[in-house]
Nanobody
Framework: VQLVESGGDLVQPGGSLTLSCTAS????????MTWYRQAPGKKRDAVAF????????NYADSVKGRFTISRDNVKNMVFLQMNDLKPEDTAVYYC?????????WGQGTQVTVSS
């Protein structure tokens, strides 16, 4: 079982980035999937959520209208489209999968927003 994030990069303020989370060993359609982020010296916070049914998404207030979570059921992947990036979005971004009894984490991918 594995979650692998990718797509992190250095980007200028106002720019866009798409993060990918590839799952193996389980099916994302059976798990609630969440993107978290953790900035240096701060706790890890959830930023975007998609229910296992794919019919419900939710976002942290700080990213609403700028970030979009989506899922590719065939490729068994989850994505985070990030637009209008701000310096305060700088963090390590983690993919999380959870059902009623199990939880998986990826290793994280660094996003740095700076001019």
């Amino acid at each position: 079982v594995q979650l692998v994030e990718s797509g992190g990069d250095l980007v200028q303020p106002g720019g866009s980035l798409t993060l990918s989370c590839t799952a193996s060993g389980f099916t994302v359609t059976n798990y609630d999937m969440t993107w978290y982020r953790q900035a240096p010296g701060k706790k890890r916070d959830a930023v975007a959520f998609i229910r296992y049914t794919g019919t419900f998404t939710n976002y942290a207030d700080s990213v609403k209208g700028r970030f979009t979570i989506s899922r590719d059921n065939v490729k068994n992947m989850v994505f985070l489209q990030m637009n209008d990036l701000k310096p305060e979005d700088t963090a390590v971004y983690y993919c999380n999968a959870r059902d009623f009894s199990t939880e998986y984490w990826g290793q994280g991918t660094q996003v740095t927003v700076s001019s």
